[in-house]
């Protein structure tokens, strides 16, 4: 393979390059390489000068865009996703050790769902390892990382912004390294490195935990594109968790599913399941270490291990060993020091009854379960590409509800979907009132590139989207008030996470349920399981006072 560099401000090494608008493509470079695996990248010339301005992706009304300032989602306490404004990783710069370079700093920004704050970690590890240490000031960094989310336009938009202000900074501190990272890398690829020429590394989220090579690379004068899938290889890269208490484990990446309206399977590649025996050391090590809880997470979880019939040895009579999630669950259910066991997300066309069972059965796994419905009416669920109905859904939470009366639900929706007609969107909204969900997470539809649904002529319009929004919200949020006060005047057994960072007389932490609880006591208390008798019940949270057991 013929190997090329590309340099700010110098000539190309590579007499071949074409001219093609505003880059110069100097080749494909085989630039990092751990194993049989190896990181296509593109290395990229870009002129400051001659990158032209480039359209908004949305236009929207003066009203429309007044509306849309509103808060769209009401998962203010879910701990699944990052919330509007992300999350900056923090991890107390002590960590990196005595006699550590502590001269280089970096800061990660994440948005989106679970699996990017994992990922936030495995390149806060990998960083780590390279000397830097963690800083919560974007303006301190010397490497500043934006990992990102694609799945609705508003996020990604949020990510151009905060991208306009650091560009301005590099153009006066050139050494500043600026990454962006996540599903935004992965979808634009080299259109971001054209829209905003100060970026160094573009990078998906296949390559978290090799960032440090990649900024290696940068500090060659080359710009990055890592986008392309790769095998994700195992214990590249420690993550550098964001609590002392839980801990994310990946145990698939990607998704196969095809549902119309949503480019994960773009931007995240196939399915990818972690070997069980990798899996289960991990969560051994994360017991050991000191860790109370742990979330296996996966996209499409109940996914996991269709793709490892064909690549784990077979057993000793010849036939091929076949694991799926309820056998991996049984398989890390003994991890030393874990007091609790959580897994997302699920998928209705998959959640087994076995795995229910498994559930009721495991006494360390939670009674909480996170399973995204969409839409509550079938033809929708059908253009959506879901593969299952609503009376298939309900079925699910009865047997759920049969084994764990007291369970908690979770779930997805989004309004607003091409064609969603009012009646269908009542039917939505009738079925969170039927089920009783702890919490919704709700999304108005916003169409995302390479998806089918986003080229459909019957799009809703965006003052009806938000207007069902808003109904919506108030529908979730006087379901899970109801669903409350089932706690009112019990003792809940509460995992501390630490103290509460608006009142810090107050702890914090959560039921086996995932309620969200506030209660005064020691500091001491962080990491433990202690007793709580609930005295208030809110939406989406809970407050009480310590008890004795």
Not at 67 to 91: F, H, I, N, W
Not at 115 to 120: E, G, L, Q, V, Y
Not at 302 to 314: I, M, Q
Not at 326 to 350: C, K, M, N, Q, W
Request: net charge neutral; hydrophobic share 35%; glycine share 6%.
């Amino acid at each position: 393979m013929r190997m090329t560099r590309a340099t700010r401000g110098g000539n190309e090494r590579n007499d071949t390059t074409k001219m093609r608008g505003s880059i110069r493509r100097s080749g494909w470079t085989d630039a990092v390489a751990r194993g049989k695996d190896s990181v296509r990248m593109r290395t990229i010339h870009v002129k400051t000068n001659d990158v032209a301005e480039i359209p908004a992706r949305e236009r929207w009304t003066s009203v429309a865009k007044a509306a849309a300032q509103e808060t769209s989602r009401v998962d203010v306490t879910s701990d699944l996703y990052c919330g509007k404004d992300g999350q900056v990783l923090v991890r107390p710069s002590h960590e990196s050790g005595p006699g550590t370079k502590a001269e280089k700093k970096y800061y990660i920004h994440t948005w989106g769902c679970q699996m990017n704050k994992a990922d936030a970690e495995r390149m806060a590890g990998d960083l780590e390892t390279k000397g830097y240490v963690n800083c919560i000031d974007p303006d301190q960094a010397d490497v500043l990382v934006y990992n990102t989310c694609s799945i609705r336009d508003k996020a990604e938009q949020k990510v151009y912004s905060a991208l306009g202000i650091q560009a301005e900074r590099k153009r006066k501190q050139p050494d500043l390294k600026i990454v962006v990272a996540g599903c935004v890398a992965s979808q634009e690829g080299e259109t971001l490195l054209r829209r905003v020429p100060e970026l160094d590394l573009v990078m998906g989220p296949h390559h978290a935990n090799r960032i440090g090579s990649l900024l290696e690379q940068v500090e060659l004068g080359q710009q990055v594109c890592a986008i392309e899938p790769i095998h994700i290889e195992e214990d590249i890269a420690v993550p550098r968790r964001d609590s002392n208490t839980t801990a994310w484990v990946n145990v698939i990446y990607g998704c196969n599913e095809r549902c119309s309206y949503c480019v994960v399977p773009n931007v995240r590649g196939v399915e990818q399941s972690r070997e069980p025996d990798a899996i289960r050391r991990e969560c051994h090590a994360v017991g050991e270490a000191g860790y109370k809880e742990i979330t296996l997470l996966g996209q499409n979880i109940d996914a996991y291990g269709r793709d490892l019939d064909a690549v784990l040895p077979k057993k000793e009579d010849g036939t091929p060993q076949r694991w799926r999630f309820t056998d991996l669950l049984y398989h890390v259910h003994d991890a030393p020091g874990i007091e609790r066991i959580r897994f997302a997300t699920s998928h209705p066309r998959y959640f087994a009854d076995r795995l229910i069972k498994a559930c009721h059965e495991l006494p360390k796994v939670c009674e909480y379960f996170h399973i995204p419905f969409q839409s509550g009416n079938n033809d929708v669920l059908k253009a959506m590409k879901r593969g299952y109905s609503r009376e298939r859904y309900l079925d699910i939470v009865n047997n759920v509800r049969k084994y764990m009366p007291d369970a908690s639900l979770s779930a997805d929706v989004i309004v607003g979907f091409p064609g969603e007609t009012e009646e269908q969107f009542m039917d939505t909204v009738t079925l969170i009132q039927e089920v009783g969900f702890d919490l919704v997470n709700t999304a108005a539809y916003s169409p995302r590139p390479m998806t089918p649904a986003a080229e459909w002529e019957n799009q809703v319009a965006d003052l009806v989207k938000q207007d069902r929004l808003h109904r919506i919200n108030r529908v979730v949020k006087q379901v899970a008030e109801e669903r409350s006060q089932r706690y009112l005047g019990r003792v809940e057994e509460i995992l501390v996470e630490g103290a509460n960072p608006k009142n810090p007389t107050q702890l914090m932490g959560r039921t086996r349920g995932n309620k969200l609880t506030f209660f005064e006591g020691p500091l001491e208390c962080q990491g433990k399981l202690v007793d709580v008798l609930i005295e208030e019940a809110r939406a989406f949270s809970l407050t009480g006072r310590m008890v004795q057991p």
